[in-house]
């Protein structure tokens, strides 16, 4: 399910639930609507001639970021310049944004107001009036505005109060004291206005003990009971004003905030947002108005940046046509986003930067072990944390800064307090899982009814309670049913199997009621859902925890799932006492594709073709060589029998025939290599050879001849049954043995 962003009086709602005491159970996980709290906020802005002018779009981008990277559309906001009045005519104050909602009108609004901040001249006046800032952020702020919303005003100064020149302040000689002094009232007012003051100081020689004073001097509670909420002046580079603007408004406003990368353009730069993450707004410094963005979700489409919703989302892009841009998202896929930043020649010299902002909800299950103790018996108690739909959580960095308290109370004694931690001491198994153990002993007094309970607090995270009841077992249990059930891997539509340990020593049935607590109605089930034991009965019992199919996960899916879950056994015949409450956890990934499932006979099929490829290989290859003429004797041998040539055959061409020509046969033949002649040899693999001539081929044995011309044919040499008589005359070849007393004149040719 989804859900739409809510109205102010809802966001103070869930402010004042942030801070509520443990002990109180809200609806049920999964079931509650997703809240974006409201915070109203004014952002003064140093506009003394001291600022250089990249300080100044440095302050400009850094009021843009913060205005449309809010995410909730109920929030407030007002935006004006400040320096000093020095001579009559001159102002303090330069308004330039009033008073204006977050929404989606006026996101856009203020992203083109902001523009109007502008570095004073020296004749319009040159200090630095702190407070009047104060007083004029804390009329924005309490003029016909709600109380029961936050109150916040972010400082942005290049340096420290001047009003040595301000003649509001009287006497020149005693203006820097009176000065000092207004500041004092201008906090005080702050403080009883329940305005909150975050200054930010950058440039040359900001006064850091000063600032450390501003943020004292105001109200000190946040949006909620963390230190990280509590007002702290930062003292930064120009450079980083966005980056810690963004820092302090997000601690200040209960986000989460998570930087980004910065590139020049053409890049594509990666943000993560976490699966607790319920509103997220991606916000991107671009430095010039004429880069585009686009955004890609962790599924890789992508998404919509004119308002409406895509999937299960809702987007919602402003400021796109300026120099930040900030695109929010209500129910925001989970995972690694892609925003590509392209920009034409000319406009790719300062780097694009990405940030989010983003709130969510922390969910809890908690279990006591066992779930009905004795009196004196040492309980465990585990609060495991999830998100709203059930998904485990186990990176540390989705719930830094978490708080976790837990008490037990109950019939006949006074409550007790328990610690739980995530840090592998003790009963807890393993640290930084997302499970937080403690333990706590039954006291002596202890009679009827108990209840533990846990309060997870962080920053950007709606606070939850989560509790559990039990009863002080009056001895041993006559009916027990524990359950093994191993952590289990499987695909949507599977089943974990486990088994139940069942003893009734009663004379009577039992049955017992199965099911799976603390996950989104659907994603998981049990089977059987009741078992009945007869009496007497003891031995195993098999149970299995089913996935709901792909379609109930949505894009959520994606390389896997961590459900968790509570493996819920309740005895109905023992007025619905619970035997056992045990955490079940199953990770789901996606069901494998062709490849993933028969990987093995690809893999065998792609090894059976290669194999076959080099046999194939080798069988050419082997056959090319038997049919390689390379070094057979070719004879030309005379009607007698005589041989008048021989000579011996190199490689053949392509198709291994080795071509020849039989040059000067009436007077001294032998045999010539040349390509395209009218003869061509190759080997057999029967042995001997092939001739080709003409149009026609002729085996040659090895003990046999072929007829070439009328008076020559050609016989393979070293091979017994070719011509013997060596070679005489005129016709004597070049192979043959001449006589010494014999010579002619064709002797050259031999």
């Known amino acids: 399910m989804r859900r739409t962003a809510i109205s102010v009086l809802g966001g103070a709602a869930v402010f004042a639930s942030l801070l509520a005491p443990a002990g109180q159970d809200p609806v049920p996980a999964a079931d509650s609507e997703p809240v974006f709290p409201a915070v109203d906020y004014a952002v003064a802005v140093d506009e003394s001639a001291s600022l250089a002018p990249e300080d100044m779009k440095a302050e400009k981008a850094a009021a843009k970021r913060i205005a449309l990277g809010d995410v909730s559309s109920s929030s407030q906001v007002t935006v004006f310049g400040f320096a000093a009045a020095e001579k009559a005519g001159q102002q303090v104050v330069d308004p330039v944004c009033p008073r204006t909602t977050l929404n989606a009108a006026g996101r856009e609004e203020v992203g083109?107001?902001?523009?109007?901040?502008?570095?004073?001249?020296?004749?319009?006046?040159?200090?630095?009036?702190?407070?009047?800032?104060?007083?004029?952020?804390?009329?924005?702020?309490?003029?016909?505005?709600?109380?029961?919303?936050?109150?916040?005003?972010?400082?942005?100064?290049?340096?420290?109060?001047?009003?040595?020149?301000?003649?509001?302040?009287?006497?020149?000689?005693?203006?820097?004291?009176?000065?000092?002094?207004?500041?004092?009232l201008a906090l005080e007012e702050a403080a009883a206005q329940n305005v909150q003051i975050w200054p930010l100081g950058f440039g040359d020689d900001p006064d850091k003990k000063q600032l450390d004073q501003i943020a004292a001097g105001g109200y000190q509670k946040g949006c909620v009971e963390l230190p990280s909420a509590t007002p702290k002046a930062h003292k930064v580079d120009a450079k980083a004003v966005g980056t810690t603007l963004e820092k302090i408004f997000a601690a200040a406003h209960c986000l989460r905030h998570e930087e980004g990368p910065s590139k020049r353009p053409p890049a594509t730069?990666?943000?993560?947002?976490?699966?607790?993450?319920?509103?997220?707004?991606i916000v991107v410094d671009k430095g010039d108005p004429e880069v585009k963005i686009t955004?890609?979700?962790?599924?890789?489409d992508e998404v919509p940046t004119t308002s409406g919703k895509y999937k299960n989302s809702r987007f919602e892009l402003a400021g796109g046509s300026g120099t930040v841009e900030a695109l929010k998202i209500v129910d925001p896929l989970p995972g690694i986003w892609k925003v590509k930043a392209a920009a034409p020649e000319g406009h790719r010299s300062l780097p694009v930067a990405v940030s989010v902002?983003?709130?969510?909800?922390?969910?809890?299950?908690?279990?006591?072990?066992?779930?009905?103790?004795?009196?004196?018996?040492?309980?465990?108690?585990?609060?495991?944390?999830?998100t709203r739909e059930g998904y485990e959580i186990k990176d540390p960095r989705d719930y830094e800064g978490l708080r976790v308290r837990s008490e037990l109370t109950g019939d006949g004694?006074?409550?007790?307090?328990?610690?739980?931690?995530?840090?592998?001491?003790?009963?807890?198994?393993?640290?930084?899982?997302?499970?937080?153990t403690g333990t706590v002993t039954i006291p002596d007094d202890a009679d009827g009814a108990l209840t533990v309970s846990a309060t997870l607090t962080a920053s950007g995270l709606s606070a939850d309670t989560r509790s559990e009841t039990g009863e002080i077992a009056p001895g041993e249990l006559p009916v027990k049913a524990p359950v093994e059930l191993p952590d289990g891997d499987t695909h949507p539509g599977g089943t974990v199997t486990g088994t139940l340990d069942v003893s009734n020593t009663t004379d009577a049935p039992h049955t017992l009621r199965l099911s799976v607590a603390d996950v989104k109605d659907g994603l998981l089930s049990v089977e059987p859902k009741e078992i009945t034991l007869k009496p007497g009965e003891q031995g195993t019992r098999q149970v299995m925890v089913k996935v709901s199919p792909a379609g109930a996960f949505g894009d959520r899916l994606g390389d896997g799932l961590d459900l968790s879950g509570t493996?819920?056994?309740?005895?109905?015949?023992?007025?619905?006492?619970?035997?056992?409450?045990?955490?079940?956890?199953?990770?789901?990934?996606?069901?494998?594709?062709?490849?993933?499932?028969?990987?093995?006979?690809?893999?065998?099929?792609?090894?059976?073709?290669?194999?076959?490829?080099?046999?194939?290989?080798a069988w050419l290859g082997l056959r090319k060589r038997r049919r390689d003429p390379f070094g057979l004797i070719l004879q030309l041998v005379s009607e007698d029998g005589t041989v008048l040539n021989e000579h011996k055959a190199g490689h053949g061409n392509n198709k291994q025939w080795y071509e020849f020509a039989v040059v000067e046969a009436h007077r001294s033949p032998r045999i010539d290599k040349r390509s395209h002649g009218p003869y061509a040899v190759r080997r057999s693999r029967e042995g001997g050879a092939v001739v080709r001539r003409g149009g026609s081929r002729m085996a040659l044995p090895v003990r046999g001849q072929v007829q070439l011309t009328e008076a020559l044919s050609l016989a393979l040499g070293g091979t017994p049954g070719a011509g013997t008589r060596p070679p005489q005359g005129a016709f004597a070849g070049r192979g043959g043995q001449k006589p010494p007393s014999q010579s002619g004149p064709y002797d050259e040719f031999a």
């Open 567 to 617: 493996f819920t056994v309740v005895d109905t015949t023992d007025d619905d006492r619970t035997l056992e409450r045990a955490p079940v956890s199953v990770r789901v990934t996606p069901e494998p594709g062709i490849w993933e499932k028969y990987w093995w006979a690809f893999v065998s099929g792609a090894v059976a073709i290669a194999l076959a490829a080099v046999a194939v290989v």
């Open 357 to 386: 902002l983003w709130q969510g909800e922390l969910r809890g299950a908690i279990t006591m072990d066992p779930p009905s103790p004795q009196v004196g018996e040492k309980v465990t108690v585990t609060m495991r944390l999830q």
């Open 269 to 281: 730069l990666e943000i993560g947002i976490s699966p607790l993450a319920t509103v997220g707004s």
């Open 295 to 300: 955004y890609i979700d962790p599924a890789g």
């Open 413 to 436: 004694f006074s409550p007790r307090t328990l610690e739980l931690a995530d840090n592998g001491k003790g009963s807890d198994p393993e640290a930084s899982d997302g499970s937080f």
């Open 112 to 184: 083109g107001c902001v523009d109007k901040l502008r570095s004073r001249k020296k004749s319009e006046g040159t200090g630095t009036d702190l407070p009047t800032a104060i007083r004029q952020g804390v009329d924005d702020l309490t003029d016909g505005s709600d109380a029961s919303v936050p109150r916040v005003l972010f400082l942005l100064t290049d340096g420290k109060m001047d009003v040595e020149d301000s003649f509001k302040y009287g006497d020149p000689s005693h203006r820097a004291a009176e000065g000092e002094r207004q500041l004092k």
